[in-house]
């Protein structure tokens, strides 16, 4: 079965410093996507990376980028010079094109702490 | 456009009711989720919609859950006889099937309490 595991229910971080997010992953699926949303107070789950499971490069988006260990099954993202406003709950999720219909499964999400 | 759209907000109902609510996806994404998101937890998939057609649903969608999407527009999902146990945040998210990420973009939700 897949599964999505995020192990830290809350991190704290220093404003300006980075910080990692831990995410592994189950799947014996050869292709999928693992993707992070950050979910503020609104609720609104709000796109931030993507690494499709074929890429050998590790994918960036600004500040924020994926640190993606396929033989490990390990997915952590890691934003770097953390605003105040990063602090929300994260959460990251599997996408399984085969048989899945591209529905996402989620990970029980970590909540960051971005102190001044 | 300015994104996935989710009516209401906010909804309080009493225990027994019936709730509808309504999701206005990005005009030109033929994907459609639905997910419930409990307190704590990571969204749960309910049902997905690929234009106007319901290609899956959850064993979390018991029978008093309902989902439709005519024309393939926007899409509303009902809730039969409400329990206690309904109260949650329910997402809906909507994507394309062209490009390799095809990232879902969320609503802002509606949260439904029952009392």
């Known amino acids: 079965a897949q599964k999505i595991t995020q192990t830290q229910p809350g991190m704290f971080v220093q404003e300006k410093e980075a910080v990692t997010l831990d995410c592994t992953y189950d799947t014996s699926d050869q292709s999928y996507g693992l993707f992070w949303y950050k979910q503020p107070s609104s609720g609104e789950m709000i796109f931030l990376i993507y690494?499709?499971?074929?890429?050998?490069q590790n994918a960036t988006e600004g500040r924020y980028s994926l640190n993606f260990q396929k033989a490990r099954k390990s997915a952590n993202l890691v934003i770097s010079a953390s605003q105040l406003g990063d602090s929300a709950m994260y959460f990251c999720?599997?996408?399984?094109?085969?048989?899945?219909?591209?529905?996402?499964?989620f990970g029980a999400g970590t909540r960051l702490a971005v102190h001044p | 456009d300015t994104g996935v759209s989710q009516n209401p907000r906010h909804k309080i109902t009493k225990r027994g009711q019936n709730v509808t609510f309504r999701c206005d996806p990005i005009s030109e994404h033929n994907r459609l989720y639905w997910y419930r998101q409990t307190l704590g937890q990571g969204p749960e998939f309910l049902t997905y919609f690929q234009n106007e057609a319901q290609l899956e649903k959850s064993r979390l969608l018991s029978d008093r859950f309902s989902a439709e999407r005519p024309k393939g527009s926007f899409s509303t999902l009902e809730i039969q006889r409400t329990e206690q146990g309904d109260s949650a945040m329910y997402l809906c998210a909507s994507s394309s099937s062209t490009g390799g990420r095809a990232e879902a973009f969320f609503g802002q939700g509606t949260r439904l309490t029952v009392v």
């Open positions: 690494q499709g499971s074929y890429d050998e």
């Open positions: 999720a599997m996408r399984r094109p085969s048989g899945g219909y591209n529905k996402l499964i």
